[in-house]
């Protein structure tokens, strides 16, 4: 098991950008896929990106294709979700997730983060 700890979350108008990045404990964050979801109340949690082991291989839900880019620093053991192009239908909770394979069910994802609120205004 690995701790996970997202921040950069926060209040932004349409159109604007944010950076939420994850932070994760121990020697063997290269060993993991990691992957972003996000939860809007009243609505299940949702897959938004994930990357592989390398960074070689990403993998993004339709709705932010063109506006968000997932990418990893393995040396820094963290996670990084770039959003651009933010919309109000972005407003979720996001938590980063770490698991062994790159796929987008939550149910294959072991070790979760706390979540970071990102609020976006029309």
């Known amino acids: 098991q690995v701790q996970l700890g997202e921040s950069g979350g926060g209040l932004v108008q349409a159109g604007g950008s944010l950076r939420p990045s994850c932070a994760v404990s121990?020697?063997?964050?290269?060993?993991?896929?990691m992957g972003w979801f996000r939860q809007a109340p009243g609505k299940e949690r949702e897959f938004v990106a994930a990357?592989?082991?390398?960074?070689?291989?990403?993998d993004y839900t339709d709705s932010v294709k063109g506006r968000f880019t997932i990418s990893r620093d393995n040396a820094k053991n963290t996670v990084y979700l770039q959003m651009n192009s933010l919309k109000p239908d972005d407003t979720a909770v996001y938590y980063c997730?770490?698991?062994?394979?790159?796929?987008?069910?939550?149910?294959?994802?072991?070790?979760w983060g706390q979540g970071t609120q990102v609020t976006v205004s029309s």
């Open positions: 121990g020697r063997t964050f290269s060993s993991y896929v």
């Open positions: 990357i592989s082991r390398s960074g070689q291989i990403t």
């Open positions: 997730a770490a698991g062994p394979f790159l796929v987008r069910s939550v149910w294959s994802y072991s070790s």
